[in-house]
């Protein structure tokens, strides 16, 4: 058995001998933060490469344990949004990382120098147990 | 120096003194796939706990490489979009891997098992290098 399963299992044992759900520490949480950007010149490739720069110097938030800079994909089902420009994601240990995020710097000089260019922004908060 | 660190500056260090931009492998890909879940019953915790129970089984096709299951954080600025149950966030290495996803038994059987629960889907699909 490797260390992490059985880390699991003699967790999980234990909470099951003790019939308490509060025996097991609780799992570790992940914050995920998504943004879609829509562009005011959507046909634009100069402003998208613009932002996308913008964006880059934004992942410097130490804050930001992960992230990911992505244009829509190639698949079209129906129910695929792909009307905005530049996909935004980053993932943070929890609420209060993002809120630093949110006010620090880094990120208020990237809103200042770069928000001219969106008409909108989409933004999808999610914490849930980290795997 | 770490490994991946000299890696990353021979690279580089090549690309300058080629002053060609194709000298450097071209960098890895990462297909970001995001759900949000939207219940016909919003309000019964018990329709998102079975969706969860049916997500928790999606993950296991074996082409996703990163999986995370949450829900709407108490984040509230006016540009959040809170009002899904459930985010379904998930990495594959490219689109070749997502559509195998898409047609695999597991995934056919999520759908058939659980989509009376949910009232639509909003999907986000989104390609860029991994960094």
Redesign the interface.
């Given at each position: 058995m490797k260390d992490q399963s059985r880390r699991k299992f003699v967790k999980s044992s234990l909470g099951a001998s003790l019939g308490l759900g509060l025996s097991a520490p609780a799992a570790k949480e992940?914050?995920?933060h998504?943004v879609?950007f829509y562009l005011k010149n959507p046909d634009s490739a100069a402003d998208k490469a613009k932002l996308i720069e913008g964006l880059n110097k934004l992942?410097k938030v130490p804050t930001i344990k992960f992230?990911?800079?992505?244009?829509?994909?190639?698949?079209t089902?129906s129910?695929?949004?792909?009307s905005?420009a530049v996909?935004w994601?980053c993932f943070f240990n929890n609420?209060m990382e993002?809120e630093i995020y949110q006010t620090h710097p880094i990120h208020l000089k990237f809103v200042e120098d770069y928000s001219a260019l969106w008409e909108?922004?989409?933004?999808?908060?999610?914490?849930?147990?980290?795997?």
């Open positions: 992940l914050f995920v998504h879609y992942a992230v990911h800079i992505g244009e829509p994909a190639a698949t089902r129910v695929i949004e792909r905005y996909s994601l609420l993002e909108k922004v989409v933004v999808y908060d999610s914490t849930g147990p980290k795997r």
